[in-house]
């Protein structure tokens, strides 16, 4: 039998998809809020003169980009929990996932944007007599802020796509929202389709809109 397109079933489908939308979003937003300061705590300390600092933030570096996602997400969702007794919700797990796989990489772009800083920026500040911590904080760090929003948005952009992996967890985002709707209507075609749709969406969005900001910033240093 040849297939149909239902296009009724795909233009019905958005609207179911918002409560997977909602998730999806703030489990991306959260999770990227505590992977910058994650991020950014390890990137810093890649960068310390300590050499046992910088091991340890290369350690959970290496770990993290060297092990897919979703083994991560089973880990911390069902091994973890047995080894210390303590369940947490999948929404929250979810987070803490997208927090310390995000975290992994957004190190790097802190690390390479910090050190992409002119070193006589540094001795600028010390000569006026700042101290090591309020030159970071006062004279490298804007600079190199605006150098790690590209980056940043690329970063954002993956890990909002890979919340889909949550779905093996329990966690009703959009992907697993969509298999809900296909469990029910056995159109996966036109779900599937939308789901992809409302991903194209809020990814070419993103990228708009960090285009938009970068060129603001650009403009601002003019």
Do not use: H
């Amino acid at each position: 039998m040849a297939f149909v397109f239902e296009t009724s079933v795909f233009w019905d489908t958005f609207p179911m998809l918002m409560r997977g939308l909602k998730l999806t979003v703030q489990i991306a937003v959260g999770g990227l809020f505590f992977g910058f300061i994650l991020g950014s705590l390890a990137g810093l300390m890649k960068l310390a003169r300590s050499l046992v600092v910088r091991k340890l933030a290369g350690v959970y570096v290496e770990a993290i980009r060297g092990t897919p996602m979703l083994v991560q997400a089973m880990f911390l969702y069902y091994g973890v929990p047995m080894a210390i007794g303590v369940r947490i919700s999948p929404i929250t797990a979810g987070i803490v996932i997208i927090a310390v796989n995000s975290g992994a990489y957004i190190a790097e772009i802190v690390r390479g944007a910090v050190q992409s800083i002119n070193p006589g920026q540094v001795e600028a500040g010390r000569s006026i007599g700042l101290t090591r911590t309020q030159t970071m904080l006062y004279v490298v760090w804007p600079q190199a802020l605006k150098r790690m929003i590209p980056p940043l948005g690329n970063q954002f952009i993956i890990s909002l796509k890979d919340t889909s992996l949550l779905m093996v967890i329990g966690v009703g985002e959009l992907m697993r929202t969509g298999q809900e709707i296909t469990s029910v209507n056995f159109r996966a075609f036109e779900v599937y389709l939308a789901v992809a749709c409302v991903y194209l969406v809020m990814t070419l969005s993103i990228a708009q809109g960090m285009k938009m900001l970068e060129k603001k910033l650009n403009t601002s240093r003019r």
